[in-house]
Structure formats: C-alpha cells, structure tokens
C-alpha cells in the first residue's frame, strides 16, 4: 500500500486508540520509517530496525492469537520480494486481546521493532522480531490470506545449523540467514508467515498444553512404532516441528506417536521457549491413528533374574495413578525380581513441612501391586536430607528398590543412612557392602542438591548381585536444540561427568574385590547412551550400557520435543555381558502416549547370574 501522509497517520492512529485497548500512540511518528515486512525482518535473525520505530507496515491478518503471554495478531505481505532469507510475516504484539482486527483484513500497522526472546535473555534461545505498542489501522476486509508456504521433506536442510560466531560466545544472531543450508535459518525465514505442513507423522504425543511435535521428513531416522530417534549430537532431526492449536484447545487432538494428521495443518510460524519453531494451527489435519499399543515385556523363567527401573515422576500417596502403575509392573513389566525406582516423594508430597519419610508411599504402591495380582513386594530405601536431594521443592525424591522375597532376599547390613558412605569389603573371598542399603560418596560435590546413590546387596540362587539405584543431575539449565548458540553448550552435564565418575570409581572397588561380581548400574541417568557421561560410567571396561544391544532404532525410554532418545539406562559389569545370555528390552508404555502417567519408559534387563 502506498504511503499515507502524516495527517492520515495520526488520524488513523486516534482511530485505533479507541478501537484497541492495548495500542499506544507514536510519540513522534514523522521520524518513524514506512517499511516493508521483509525489510523488518532483514537477512539475519536481528531486525536492522530492531528498537526504531516504523510506518505504515502493510499486511493482511493470518491469525490472531486470544490467550497466553504474546497476545496479538500475525500479518503477511502478499508482496513478497525475491530473497528467500527475508520472511514477509511478522507479530504484531498487542499485550491484551487484540480489538477490531480479523483474519483476512488488510492492515497498515505502526510501531516498535522489538526483539522478543522467549523466557529472557538468560534462556539462550532465539528472539522473535515484533512490532510492538502498535496503532493500526483496517484498510479493507474479506481479503484472500496469502498462501501457505509448504514446509516438506525436500524444503527442509539436513544440516541443522551453522556454527556461531567464536566472538560472540557463539551465537549465531549476527550471522546471514542461509535457508538452502540449514535447518535453523530456514525455519527462521519462515519466521511469522502462514506455513502448512501435510500429511505429517506425530513423533511426539499432545501434552497437557495442546502441543504435539510432527515430523516432515517420514524416513528420518524413523523406528517400527513410527518414531523419530535421536541418536547424536550431529543429528538433530531436522524434520520435527511443534504444532500448537491458535483457535480453541477441546478440538486439539490428542495425538500419540506414531499418528499422523492427514492433510493440511496450517497457521503462522511462531518460536517459543518450548520447543522452539512452532506452527500455531488455524486449520489442524484430521487425526489418523496407527494403533501403537503399549508393550509388554517377556516373563523372566525359573533361572532367570529381572532388574527394571522405573522412574515414576513425583509419585506421592495423593496422586491417583497407584494403580496404573501397578497394572504397568504387574502386567507390562511382568513383575520384575528387583525393580529400582526414581522420583518417589515423601509422604506428603511437595508440602514443604521437613517430613522425608516416604514409607506410606511405597506401601501404596506395594499394595496397588499385589492387588493388581502382583507379587507382595519387599522394600529398602534410605530417607535423604531435608531439601538436599533436589527435585520438586518438598518431595524429597528417592530412589527405592522393590524385590519379591519369593524370588530374592536383601542383604541387610546395618549402618546406611543418609550420610554415610557405603564402602566396599571382603568376606569369604567374595565382595560385600561395609552397608546396605547404602548411598556411594554421599558428602561428595557431585551430589550437591541431587539425589544420591542408592547400593544394595541381593542374592539370587546363592549369588550375590550388587545393585546401584541412580537418579543423576537433570538436564534443566540447559539451551535448547534451536538456542542462538550453537553447537549448543551442555552446562549441566558437567555435574552428571562428576556423578558418573562417583559411581565408576564405587564399581571398581567392587570388582578389584572381586573379579566377576555381578554389578548393576541402573536408573535415570539422565542422559544419552552415547554421550560422555555413559562413557565415564563404563571408563576402564568397570560397566556396559546394555541399552547398545538394541538396534540404533529401538534405543529410545523418553520422548523430548519429539526426538526418542535414551534418559534411562541399565548398565552391567563384565560378568554379566559375557554371559551372552541376557535379554535388554525398553518397554515403551509410557513416553509415546498421550495419556502417558509418566514421562519416562521402565527399562527391564534378564540375565542367569
């Protein structure tokens, strides 16, 4: 549209006061630019006119968003010009709902250039450019919404990103957009313009915040149960794209993996701290399910020994899932001998009252077991500190074991507690704990707010097995995959290097004790099997995670922004990955559905000791 003189301006922009309530007037809006979208949007991720103010920005409404933090409206520029790093779509920010606009008016917008980064600066992640304390005004309505831009399996990169620029920490702000060539910068080309995707396969289940991530490359690292697996650092599946809902939430489908949303989905591209770029569907494709049901493990024979772990996400006595997790262990997990689990709360849950005991917990869940036609499990745990364990503020999370007495007994050796160091002995020629239950190196650093290692001492058929219960640092503080810095730093796996070499060095003393003890290093570990942390645990041969005998593709217990990837694991000692005759299995009941009462999968391992 063409330039309106500054008499118009300022009339048309009395005219939005009165018709929106978040809008501002230009203080000086003769000095103010009259610019196109994609002159606003530039060539890097940084607007050229990020902090100046601008006139007259011309685009037709392609979606308005009434709720959350960045209420506003979405306009395009029909227009566009021919470089394919500059998007013609831009946020107009409005604070509160936006008044006197609908999809498909033509608009001429004044304001702000800002650059919004979600969660803050401290975050990591990219910004969104955005015209914000806008006057606007309606030039014509009922006009055709530009076209959706395809985004598909051939438009998009397979290199993920570009690397930073070394003299800004990395960061890759500065830096031209390359859309053929990277992922990241295609995306952010994309960035607030009207784009579809078709027929595209769920690789993550909808949340409880109507969010599901798709996939537009089908074939990209994709397993049997129609996942997208996550199986480096240098392969960041560039295919996966959060879609969220822009008009009501009750018609949001709730999608599991696996699942594809035949047709189009289509709405503005946004970026937000969730997940990064994100389409805000204003037409959403119809749900077509591929029936992934959950798994069921095999039942361990007379000479054979399960070991499972489960994390089970803040159980406390008032949650209502006792008895889905019974029906999992009972039915899914085949009632394993020993079971490690991670995330158990204190009786009364995230109350921050300085109660630490947690045996009404497990008793429920011991109950909802056996009525669920289980074993009468038998339990060891030990009660930590007082908020020193980290998790939700209150709970006082632990690892606990279950057994069934039926099938193995405890060693009880008096003395653990919840500072006290277990150590490692001889009795008989044979290993033993100095404590057990025990926790490994409670006082040492790495621990410092996260939980502790669990130790004991089991036998099975007259032999011993050492079993440690792990829950190591979570990745929270971390960038995301889509931060500005890029390669992303990973500053939280510097406390996990730390946890992992605690449990490394307790390993080896069991094994310079004893050769061919039969040890098991299982749990949350909070990170990749092949990242450095598991190569710290098996550092000198000392554990193995067992999880690499699956195929790349079945090697995933946690779905995150729809990469299947590996959190939890069961790593063994020499003795029991020479057998040859152990049985890995991660029985997917949980992380690839919506209706998910954890966000975790157990991990069950069976072997003869």
């Not at 650092?233 to 699942?259: C, E, H, M, W």
């Amino acid at each position: 549209m063409p330039s309106k003189s500054s008499a118009r301006l300022a009339a048309l922009t009395v005219a939005a006061v009165c018709s929106a309530a978040s809008t501002i007037v230009l203080t000086s809006p003769a000095h103010a630019d009259s610019v196109a979208i994609h002159d606003i949007q530039g060539t890097t991720r940084i607007s050229p006119y990020a902090g100046k103010a601008v006139t007259d920005v011309s685009g037709i409404v392609t979606g308005i968003r009434t709720y959350g933090s960045s209420r506003g409206f979405w306009i395009q520029d029909p227009n566009a010009d021919a470089d394919p790093a500059t998007s013609e779509g831009i946020l107009v920010y409005t604070g509160s709902t936006p008044k006197g606009v609908a999809v498909g008016d033509l608009v001429t917008v004044s304001g702000t250039v800002s650059e919004f980064v979600p969660a803050g600066a401290a975050s990591g992640n990219q910004s969104i450019t955005e015209i914000t304390k806008p006057t606007f005004t309606v030039v014509s309505s009922g006009n055709a919404v530009p076209a959706a831009k395809v985004i598909g399996a051939k438009s998009v990169p397979a290199a993920y990103a570009p690397a930073g620029d070394s003299a800004a920490a990395n960061s890759i702000n500065g830096l031209p957009l390359e859309p053929s060539k990277y992922a990241l910068d295609y995306y952010e080309s994309l960035e607030g313009e009207n784009v579809q995707v078709t027929d595209a396969r769920v690789t993550g289940a909808t949340d409880p915040f109507t969010e599901l991530w798709v996939t537009v490359k089908p074939r990209e690292n994709a397993n049997r149960r129609g996942g997208t697996v996550y199986g480096s650092y240098d392969s960041q599946n560039t295919g996966r794209i959060q879609i969220q809902s822009l008009g009501a939430t009750s018609a949001f489908p709730k999608a599991n993996v696996g699942d594809v949303l035949t047709g189009a989905t289509s709405g503005p591209l946004d970026y937000n701290q969730f997940g990064g770029y994100t389409l805000v569907a204003n037409t959403i494709g119809t749900l077509k399910s591929a029936g992934v049901a959950r798994e069921t493990t095999e039942k361990q024979k007379k000479g054979e020994l399960a070991v499972a772990t489960y994390n089970v996400e803040n159980l406390d006595p008032s949650d209502s899932t006792f008895a889905d997790h019974a029906a999992a262990i009972v039915n899914n997990l085949q009632s394993p001998d020993i079971l490690s689990l991670e995330e158990i709360q204190d009786n009364n849950g995230a109350t921050n009252d300085g109660t630490v005991a947690a045996d009404q917990t497990v008793q429920k869940l011991i109950d909802a077991i056996a009525a669920a036609g289980g074993p009468t499990y038998d339990w060891r745990s030990i009660d930590p500190v007082d908020k020193t364990d980290g998790g939700e503020p209150g709970g006082n999370i632990r690892q606990v074991f279950l057994f069934n007495p039926e099938r193995v007994s405890f060693t009880d050796r008096a003395g653990g507690d919840a500072t006290t160091a277990a150590g490692v002995t001889k009795e008989k020629g044979k290993a033993a704990l100095t404590v057990s239950p025990g926790r490994i190196d409670p006082a040492n650093a790495a621990w410092a707010n996260s939980r502790k290692p669990l130790v004991g001492e089991f036998v099975f058929r007259g032999k011993a097995v050492f079993v440690i219960a792990n829950h190591f640092n979570s990745k929270g503080g971390d960038y995301g995959l889509t931060s500005q810095y890029q390669p992303v730093p990973r500053s939280s796996e510097t406390q996990r290097h730390l946890q992992a070499t605690a449990v490394n060095a307790f390993v080896k003393d069991i094994l310079a004790t004893q050769k061919n003890a039969d040890v098991i290093a299982l749990g949350d570990i909070n990170d990749f099997e092949f990242s450095d942390t598991a190569k710290i645990l098996e550092s000198d041969g000392a554990l193995w995670s067992a999880i690499k005998s699956l195929p790349k593709s079945e090697r995933y217990s946690y779905v995150y922004q729809g990469n299947a990837q590996v959190l939890d694991q069961i790593l063994v000692s020499p003795s029991i990955r020479k057998s040859c005759d152990f049985e890995y299995d991660s029985v997917h009941v949980n992380s690839e559905f919506n209706d998910q009462i954890s966000d975790h999968d157990p991990q069950v391992l069976r072997f003869q000791p």
